[in-house]
């Protein structure tokens, strides 16, 4: 019903940056909240950050100050700019809706996930 298809992983040196994008797209009524969890290897996933529909952000302590997550409505995609990154920023990173896709029904969708590799 709704497909998130991600982009932007990839390997960067600690202290740099790299921007994650995410669309949504198929039977989309309206998008609750979107945002990006992480998960590396041998560890449980954890949000990393969300939005609302009201523009309300939230992040995990160990990103606040450092990445940003916004959000363009009319495209239903969602951006995690992440900078400073850190060796432990290292995993995948896949993208999560709640969405309606139709008056009174909706569900919660995963995007395919990203690799970020933070290393020199």
């Known amino acids: 019903q709704v497909q998130l298809v991600e982009s932007g992983g990839g390997l960067v040196q600690p202290g740099g940056s790299l921007r994650l994008s995410c669309a949504a797209s198929?039977?989309?009524?309206?998008?609750?909240?979107m945002g990006w969890y992480r998960q590396a290897p041998g560890q449980q996933r954890e949000l990393v950050a969300s939005?609302?529909?009201?523009?309300?952000?939230n992040y995990a302590d160990s990103v606040k100050g450092r990445f940003t997550i916004s959000r363009d409505n009319a495209k239903n995609t969602v951006y995690l700019q992440m900078n400073s990154l850190k060796p432990e920023d290292t995993a995948v990173y896949s993208c999560?809706?709640?969405?309606?896709?139709?008056?009174?029904?909706?569900?919660?969708?995963w995007g395919q996930g990203t690799q970020v590799t933070v290393s020199s």
């Open positions: 198929g039977s989309i009524f309206s998008i609750v909240a």
């Open positions: 939005i609302n529909s009201g523009g309300g952000r």
């Open positions: 999560n809706t709640r969405a309606y896709y139709s008056s009174n029904a909706w569900g919660d969708y």
